[in-house]
């Protein structure tokens, strides 16, 4: 709402009071507009976009919102901004949390790093029969880890383990 001209704000102000008011059967009162439109222009309120105050007024007139009022006063409005500033602010963090995580690799993904593809090689040797609870602690995970690091695919005689299924 910070680069809204001041004549376009009022104006949207006063549509979204009257959307307000329809919806509560209540008509404005100039006084409470007026009281209105410093509250969005406070420090409080600048920052939300035109979409978040107009939702703070139509879900707070249908009663959507938690304050229990609904009447058209300056004071519920505040409520009625002070909550979808509070929804805005949360759905703002979550999504630079999200951005920060999706830049970062995930060094835990089973198939695509070393130690993941060592993990799934050493269980697919145990089901297909290639080692059995014997010969389980002869491969080191993290020499196979190393081995697909450098390229190279491992097999179960690198272990000095013999292969039963021969």
């Known amino acids: 709402m910070s680069e809204v001209p001041l004549e376009t704000m009022q104006y949207l102000i ?3 009071v009257n959307y307000a008011a329809i919806n509560l059967g209540a008509s404005p009162d100039k006084a409470n507009v007026d009281r209105i439109i410093e509250q969005v222009q406070g420090h409080e309120f600048n920052f939300l976009p035109v979409s978040v105050v107009a939702s703070a007024f139509m879900r707070g007139s249908l009663g959507k919102l938690k304050n229990d009022k609904t009447t058209l006063s300056p004071r519920n409005i ?7 500033s509070i929804e ?13 995580l999706s830049n ?13 593809a060592a993990i799934n090689w050493k269980i697919d040797c145990y089901n297909s029969g ?4 014997e010969t389980w602690d002869f491969i080191n995970i993290k020499t196979v880890a190393e081995m697909f690091a450098r390229g190279q695919h491992p097999i179960i005689k690198d272990f000095g383990i013999k292969n039963k299924n021969l």
């Open 14 to 16: 006063n549509l979204f």
């Open 78 to 84: 505040f409520e009625w901004l002070t909550e979808v």
């Open 88 to 100: 805005y602010k949360q759905g703002v963090e979550h999504d630079k949390r999200d951005r920060e």
């Open 104 to 116: 970062t690799e995930k060094t835990f993904d089973l198939y695509k790093y070393p130690v993941g």
């Open 130 to 133: 290639l080692i059995d609870n």
